[in-house]
């Protein structure tokens, strides 16, 4: 078989009639360009798509990068950098509505400078996970309760099993990327294994605060945590 790299012509001259059929090789059956290709793998079972897809995912795109070859015939860069995701536009902008919030609502006289390090050293941990890790920490934030004994927030991690439509591995990936980042960990806690989500930065109370803030308010919790706009608490 030969697969052109490309679109195929309408018929092929020159071809050696003799060494042809000492090969069993037929023009019109044996030359296939992608669209042939394509034809032929939408045939086959899901499992083998998926190890085509896996194969094109890695191998063929590195093979094109190589050979210095910028986009596949398809037209999909071969350059790792143009598959690397942003770094999110920053938007903390401070916290001195939060920071006045808690003081007339706990009667304490907490000051901006002390607490502003803390909150940016979380909005710097968030900001350095890819975007879907940062759902990931949303769907436990979505899911958790508030746990006194850790003056934050957790969730029973077979709950989050369950409701949470993900892979084993992607679990346990996204939940290192957590744990890497010191923003979630795995404790044994009221004969469960809960995941809690770490409350304070800098030895600073944050989470706790951030979400009555948050609620009180009305703002939107997906746009603040997996979005990063921290604008709201300014």
Partial sequence: MILILGSKQN?????????AADLHFVAENDIWDFIDLERAIVTLSLAKIKVIYDFLQSDLIRIYSDLDVGYTPSG???????????RPERR?????????FVNEKQNVNLEIEDKDVAYQTFYAQL????KIT???YFANLDRSEYL?????????EPLLRRVLNISKTRFQ???????AYH????????????????GSFNKEPVLVDMIEYIEEKGFNEKQIFVDLDFTCFS
């Avoid at 923003?183 to 770490?198: F, G, K, P, R």
């Fill in 127 to 130: 900001a350095e996970l890819p």
């Fill in 76 to 86: 999909e860069s071969t350059s790792m950098l143009d598959q690397l995701e942003p």
């Fill in 183 to 198: 923003l979630a960990s795995l404790n044994e806690y009221d004969d469960d294994l809960w995941i809690i989500l770490n």
């Fill in 11 to 19: 018929s092929y001259d020159g071809i050696n009639i003799e060494l």
């Fill in 134 to 136: 940062r759902e990931f």
């Fill in 148 to 156: 006194a004994s850790w003056e934050s927030y957790g969730v029973r």
């Fill in 173 to 179: 990936e996204e939940l290192k990327l957590l744990e």
């Fill in 92 to 100: 903390y902008t401070g916290c001195s509505s939060l920071i006045a």
